[in-house]
Structures are given as C-alpha cells and as structure tokens.
C-alpha cells in the first residue's frame, strides 16, 4: 500500500490492477531499440501497463481519482487487454467503501479511466459509488458521444452516459476548483480536454498528470504514445507542466506506471528527466 501525506491530505495509491498495451502503441516513434531498455516486452510485443488511481482524503471528503477498467469490457475487449478489475479489492485493502466516496473525478473518459464509473446490476448500468459527484470536462464528453473512426474503441458509454442522465456528472468548462486545494487543468494532447487534478495542502503540490506523462518512462518530451491524437500539443504541454511543476518541486502520480504510482521529476547530471521516489508513510 502506497500512502503519504501532503500537508492536511492523505492520499493513498490504490489499483485496479494490470492490463497490457503493445509496446509499439504504447511508445509511438520511439524505436524499441530505446524503449526495451526501460521495460521488457513479452512474445506479443506487449508490456505491462498499470492502472493506478489516488484516493485523497481531506479530512472532510474522499476523493477518487480515476476508476481504472472496471468490470464491462465486452469479451473481444478483453482478449485483447485483459480486464483485471482490481479496484473494489485494492478500496477494500485501504478501508474504504464505494459509499465512502464523495466525489470521483475522471481525466477523461478513455475506458481504462472511468470503467468503475459504473456497474451492471442486473439489466441496469448504475453509479459504483452511489453518493458521489463525478466530474469531467464537458468537452470530453462531447467528444466521447461523436469520436473519430481511429478512437472510437476508446469509448464506452455505459461508464458515463448512466451518470449524465440522471446529472450525477459534473461538465466541467475548463480549468475549476473542485473543492478548496483540489483543482482540474487541462492538458490537451492525449484528447483534446484531457484534465489533470491538482492538489495543494501545506504548501505542497501533487499532480495527477494521467496520459499526458503516462509513466515514468515516458518522461522525455518526445516520448509520446501513439494513442495521442494530437502528439505535438502533447509536447507542448508536457513542457508547459514541466516549467512549473520542476522548480515548484511537484509530486507527480503516473496513472500507467506498474514500478512507481509517483515521484518528484527532476533533471539529472546529464539534464535528463528523472522520477526521485517520494517518501511513504504507513
């Protein structure tokens, strides 16, 4: 179990297990003669990917960052991804029950973000976390309901359509405070309105960057995945993060990253991007 703290709020590194991408996907234009180095691909050329989501307790409400696969994915989807649906017992582990959360926000609607969203009972889709506002950016979503022939397998409606029927999402317009020290901020290259969700307590920082820096290996400006539909935004976004989240000594959680959930990225003797693990607490 991964827990810290930062300053009044306690987050804790919670899972809903792993899947695997192909490594040519999941690394873009980057040779695997580079990328092979950093992790090891297996007879299918797939790696090992995370899906690592952060609870934030702030002493008054329970925060859920990102729900992982979940438990729907059609059988075609899980041939080829798998679907390892770890959550319910990763929450279980750290003591919290889907009604103990208050508020659940999303990065953006790709299936392996929001798939716990939601769960079948019986014929119905219903909320997992049934007292919760879920919150995403609007744009998102009106992408997910009209996406391209490339991404449209990145969509599934019922991880969300459920939710803005019955106006228990939230459409975000833009960057907003969620609540006092928890903010969203938008990122765009991985989609168009991707968010990432920031946190200030005691006058420190977490980032839950989600896809823009999906691991720690990913950390390079021209390390970017394939999935991205806008690659060269992606860039300039990552460089944008960079220029505050570095000097302002930022703890950066990696939504995709199977070693480390988080750390504090800085330049080593060389100027190379490095991810310095943060402390744990128990």
């Known amino acids: 179990m991964h827990r810290l703290t ?5 987050l804790t590194a919670v899972s809903d297990g792993v899947y695997h991408l192909d490594g040519g996907a999941f690394f873009g234009v980057i040779p695997k003669s580079l990328w092979q180095k950093k992790v090891v691909a297996d007879e299918n050329n797939l790696v090992p990917t ?19 696969i979940g438990n729907k994915l059609s059988d075609r989807m899980i041939k080829i991804y798998g679907q390892p649906a770890k ?3 990763s929450l279980g582990a750290a003591g919290i029950s889907p009604e103990d959360i208050d508020i ?6 790709h299936f392996d973000h929001c798939g716990w969203n939601t769960v079948r009972e019986g014929e119905k889709i219903v909320p997992t976390f049934p007292k919760a506002k879920y919150y995403v950016q609007d744009g998102e979503w009106q992408y997910a309901t009209h996406s391209s022939e490339r991404d449209a397998i990145s969509y599934i409606s019922a991880n969300f359509e459920p939710l803005i029927a019955s106006g228990q999402m939230q459409l975000l317009k833009g960057d907003q405070e969620i609540l006092p020290g928890i903010s969203v901020k938008v990122f765009p290259g991985h989609t168009r309105h991707m968010q ?18 999906p691991t720690s290996w990913h950390l390079d400006v ?14 300039e976004s990552k460089k944008r993060y960079y220029a505050q989240a570095i000097p302002e000594n930022w703890l ?24 310095n693990p943060a402390e744990q607490s128990v």
């Open 222 to 235: 021209a390390w970017v995945m394939s999935f991205d539909l806008f690659p060269l935004e992606t860039m």
């Open 50 to 68: 995370a899906l690592n989501s952060v609870v934030v307790r702030t002493g008054k409400q329970t925060v859920l960052i990102e729900t992982g």
């Open 6 to 10: 930062l300053g009044d709020f306690e």
């Open 252 to 275: 950066t959680m990696f939504t995709h990253d199977p070693n480390i959930p988080w750390g504090y990225i800085a330049r080593d003797e060389r100027g190379r991007m490095v991810a």
């Open 87 to 89: 959550l319910m017992e």
């Open 196 to 213: 990432a969700v920031i946190l200030r307590s005691g006058g420190r920082t977490a980032c839950y960057i989600s896809d823009l820096i």
């Open 104 to 109: 659940v926000i999303n990065t953006h609607l």
